[in-house]
């Protein structure tokens, strides 16, 4: 019973009443191939993905055969084609806009890949360069170490040389 | 066949949506056909085709994009091992 009363319930909600204007406007505009949802969704996808540089550049191919599926799609349409092949077309141009949109990224990912490797390779050599330094300043340091430590002993041995001849 | 090369750089992983979709696709294809419905076999067929390439493309565009930002995560921590080294 109770699922009898839903749609009364819903019928006589003014919310119902609020939209029919734009439902039947909807379904009045559906006639004209500009205004077909179905063809429009494909059609904006591609519209937004023409749009996109980044897209366009590395991605011409796909989007020219997006383009071709679109144009097919409008052509039987406007010939008044069956349904289900003018969706089919819609379908297609709508997919190859994702695969043109998605082959953008693979290209601008791989871009940027061969980019860092070049950096990671320069990276890593100065990496190695600063090492190689550090361990010349160490053997540097240590050199100087090593010189002082000899004067220090001469001297010492020379003092001790001095007391010695002065004691005799 | 488009799905198993899907299938074969990953879209399992990358793609799993796109791939169930041309899945099911290919299902209803072997349907119409089944039912000796050949111009719909037909379309069903060009549709698993371009949703196993989708799956395919987006599961390379993935993976190319993950290792992008893996390559830009050893370089900044090279950079930043040359940092100290010259501190």
Redesign the interface.
Known sequence: MKSSIAPNKWLLSPAIYAILPLLLLMISCAGSPANNPLLNDARESYEVAHNEESIVRLAPVELKEAEGALEKRTTLWESKADK?EVD?FA??AA??T??AR??A??KA??Q??SR??T??QQ??L??RR??AK?SEQRADRALEEAKNERITATEARAGTETARLSAE | MVIEQAEQVGAQEFAPLELRDAGIKLQQTRDAVEDKEYEKAIRLLEHTRIDAELAQVKARSAKSQKAAAELRESIRILKEELEEKHI
């Open positions: 289900t089919h379908y297609l997919q190859k994702l695969i998605e082959t990224l693979l990912a791989e940027e890949i860092g490797e950096e990671r990276v890593m100065d990496v600063a090492d550090r």
